[in-house]
Nanobody
Framework: QVQLVESGGGLVQAGGSLRLSCAASGKIFSINTMGWYRQAPGKQRELVAT???????NCADSVKGRFTISRDNAKNTVYLQMNSLKPEDTAVYYC?????????????WGQGTQVTVSS
């Protein structure tokens, strides 16, 4: 079983920065992808950024140039550095870990951390 614990959310003014962290524990396969997703009120959950075990990243167009995803494999931790925050970045941010075992894909999710950006 895999557990994910997020931290670092909070309230920030527009233009400010926050850094989210997500620590994974449990039975973690070395080949995996970690990522951040977010869900704003009344909207569907959307991808923010992902990073795999080869440090190949993918991020949404809406955050390119402002958000940076990184990971520390030794600590099984993924980070999301968020700069130049906008009110539309307000959402609950979820951490996710995805891995393959045989032909199947599995995922585990954190509980989410609230990010609120005031104008």
């Amino acid at each position: 079983q895999v557990q994910l614990v997020e931290s670092g959310g909070g309230l920030v003014q527009a233009g400010g920065s926050l850094r989210l962290s997500c620590a994974a524990s449990g039975k973690i396969f070395s080949i995996n992808t970690m990522g951040w997703y977010r869900q704003a009120p009344g909207k569907q959950r959307e991808l923010v950024a992902t990073i795999n075990n080869h440090n190949i990243t993918n991020c949404a167009d809406s955050v390119k140039g402002r958000f940076t995803i990184s990971r520390d494999n030794a600590k099984n931790t993924v980070y999301l550095q968020m700069n130049s925050l906008k009110p539309e970045d307000t959402a609950v941010y979820y951490c996710a870990l995805t891995w393959l075992f045989g032909p199947n894909e599995y995922d585990s999710w954190g509980q989410g951390t609230q990010v609120t950006v005031s104008s």
